[in-house]
């Protein structure tokens, strides 16, 4: 099983000062946040992009898998590659983090990129659903 799966975090989110919803606090990994479940990890996913767009006004694949996978950590562009791929979508296309279609097929490639697996998509739409239902502004 891959890091990301054991720590029940599917997009490698590192340790930072940010908190989830389901997040184990402390992390076990000194690198990685841990959550409660991998629906709880999904959501984190989808809490992040949608900052991603409403902070930093990144709103397409290119840009919001250049800042998840930095160059000086990621091949970035064979990770934006293989997220088209994945999700059909296009690099520069717009990505509205309210689609649930959008997200779940973007969310379900980012984990399928980090973990070198097929998301679990039912557990992938159980995060969405966390993620519609809750306040986003306590992350």
């Known amino acids: 099983m891959s890091r990301g799966l054991a720590n029940c975090n599917p997009g490698n989110i590192r340790r930072s000062s940010s908190r989830y919803r389901g997040e184990i ?8 946040k841990q959550f409660e479940s991998i629906e709880w ?3 984190a996913i989808f809490v992040t992009l949608n900052t991603y767009r409403q902070k930093y006004r990144l709103d397409t694949i290119r840009g919001m898998i250049s800042r998840w996978a930095p160059p000086s950590e990621n091949h970035t562009e064979a990770y934006i590659r293989a997220v088209v791929a994945r999700t059909g979508l296009r690099d520069d296309e717009p990505i509205d983090t309210c689609s649930q279609r959008q997200m779940i097929a973007l969310v379900a ?4 990129v980090e973990n070198g697996a097929k998301a679990d998509l039912e557990a ?3 995060g969405w659903m966390l993620y519609r239902d ?3 502004s306590t992350h």
Do not use: L, N, Q, T
């Open 25 to 32: 606090s402390p992390s076990r990994d000194p690198a990685f």
């Open 41 to 43: 990890g999904y959501r």
């Open 109 to 112: 490639a980012i984990s399928e």
């Open 124 to 126: 992938v739409e159980k």
């Open 134 to 136: 809750m306040p986003i």
